[in-house]
């Protein structure tokens, strides 16, 4: 990778010395930027919806006209938006992040995207001086809240380095891949496995219903053995209750699986696992849950197997699907 200003990576980041700016106030980015600012950095922020940035902004950040200008007035610049589209409009436009870098930023997407895209965005910073990291980060909102998020970062080295005390301030988890794209590579190994973890939860709770069980008892059994898993732990009390708010969108789902099956037949690569999930995904959205979270795959797989008229010879399961979804 070739530049045309050399990258010098920043000194020592701390709340005295850096500037930190913030892109995209949504369920993940608005926890996210609040660490920061509890830790006492000085953020400067740009967000389609100023009401979103409002609690930001009366503890003391600065709101910017654009992306340009964020970056402009930011040492480190972290970008968290919803779709490849926005990433490019936010980097690439008129008044994009690139518009207004300079040799020594360090640009930090935490957006799930492209792997082709961020390597865009590294090559554009890099003729720049500046350095960009794709990290893209897992956990939901209650790792976002709790900062215990995995962050998978690629991108040069150097640039890791200096801004690893930031990444420190949102997560748990921070490994390093590999150079440009490997974050985003990453991302989509961890997005594959939740498809089938999702579903198989989605699945196990409706077999345990129509069997008769009752279903919170046998959620305790089974996430203390080789079951257990993150879904089972924190979504599954959610179906239980009918509460399909987001931790993270259907719609930001669909979009991570159809970039990983389209990664995959670039490689010649079939994954008839996720294609699966895919389409009964596909499905929540036609329902009207696109906005929903993630767990709202328990709607496709119900609409596939109505409710049916009760056996008196069976005992009846835990009525979890009698309940309007919220």
């Not at 949504?26 to 922020?45: E, F, I, K």
Request: charged share 15%; with cysteine; net charge negative.
């Amino acid at each position: 990778m070739s530049s045309l200003v050399p990258f010098q990576p920043p000194g020592q980041v701390s709340p005295a010395t850096t500037r930190i700016g913030w892109i995209g106030i949504g369920v993940m980015g608005a926890p996210m930027c609040q660490h920061l600012q509890a830790a006492g950095y000085a953020l400067t922020l740009f967000t389609r919806n100023c009401t979103k940035a409002l609690p930001i902004l009366e503890k003391g950040a600065v709101w910017a006209d654009s992306p340009g200008a964020v970056a402009e007035q930011s040492d480190v610049l972290f970008t968290m938006v919803g779709f490849p589209k926005d990433v490019r409009e936010v980097y690439f436009g008129d008044h994009g992040v690139l518009a207004g870098s300079r040799s020594g930023l360090v640009l930090i997407d935490m957006t799930t995207t492209e792997p082709s895209l961020a390597c865009d965005i590294a090559n554009a910073a890099e003729a720049r001086g500046a350095a960009a990291l794709d990290a893209p980060v897992s956990g939901g909102d209650v790792g976002a809240r709790q900062a215990t998020l995995s962050i998978m970062v690629g991108g040069r080295t150097e640039a890791v380095q200096a801004v690893t005390p930031l990444f420190t301030c949102l997560g748990k988890n921070i490994v390093h891949q590999g150079g440009p794209g490997a974050g985003q590579h990453t991302k989509l190994c961890n997005q594959i496995v939740i498809a089938g973890t999702m579903v198989g939860v989605c699945e196990s709770l409706l077999y345990g219903y129509r069997a008769g069980l009752d279903v919170p008892h046998m959620v305790e059994s089974i996430r203390g053995g080789a079951a257990a898993c993150w879904t089972l732990d924190h979504l599954a009390p959610r179906i239980l209750a009918r509460n399909f708010d987001p931790g993270f969108f259907v719609d930001h789902f669909v979009k991570d699986m159809g970039i990983a099956l389209e990664e995959a037949r670039r490689r010649e690569l079939t994954l008839p696992g996720l294609t699966l999930v895919h389409q009964l995904y596909q499905q929540v959205q036609a329902l009207g849950h696109g906005r929903s979270g993630t767990h709202a795959l328990m709607l496709a797989l119900e609409e596939l197997s109505p409710p049916r008229t009760p056996n008196p010879a069976e005992s009846p399961g835990t009525d979890f699907q009698s309940k309007e979804p919220s």
